[in-house]
């Protein structure tokens, strides 16, 4: 799968990633995988044990990734409410405003 998502991947979502712009994306299981794959640069074995909840979105930032629930961002492993996701957290709500 990451194959068939890496071209696509890198001639359209990295050049608006390096502009700052914020990539919003819609796709199944395997495909968000692989984007989150590609975009975090995991090895074979990390994207191995990534859990995704079907039809729970997913946000990535330039470092990390994590699943948005009825309660709120839920950070993967041990970042939740760090303060650089809260800083982040506040920036990306900022940039939404239009």
Same mark, same amino acid.
Do not use: C
């Given at each position: 799968?990451?194959?068939?998502?890496? /071209?696509?991947? $890198?001639? =359209?979502? +990295?050049? @608006?990633?390096?502009?700052?712009?914020?990539? !919003?994306?819609?796709?199944?299981?395997?495909?968000?995988?692989?984007?989150?794959?590609?975009?975090?640069?995991? /090895?074979?074995? $990390?994207? =191995?044990? +990534?859990? @995704?909840?079907?039809?729970?979105?997913?946000? !990535?930032?330039?470092?990390?990734?994590?699943?948005?629930?009825?309660?709120?961002?839920?950070?993967?492993?041990?970042?939740?409410?760090?303060? =650089?996701?809260?800083?982040?957290?506040?920036?990306?709500?900022?940039?939404?405003?239009?």
């Amino acid at each position: 799968m990451v194959n068939r998502v890496q /071209s696509v991947y $890198e001639a =359209e979502i +990295v050049p @608006l990633r390096n502009a700052g712009k914020t990539v !919003v994306l819609i796709a199944h299981g395997n495909t968000n995988r692989a984007l989150i794959k590609l975009a975090l640069d995991l /090895s074979e074995q $990390e994207i =191995e044990s +990534v859990e @995704l909840p079907t039809g729970v979105p997913v946000i !990535v930032t330039n470092r990390e990734w994590a699943l948005v629930s009825d309660l709120g961002l839920r950070r993967h492993q041990s970042l939740q409410k760090t303060p =650089e996701y809260l800083a982040w957290a506040r920036e990306f709500a900022g940039s939404q405003r239009g």
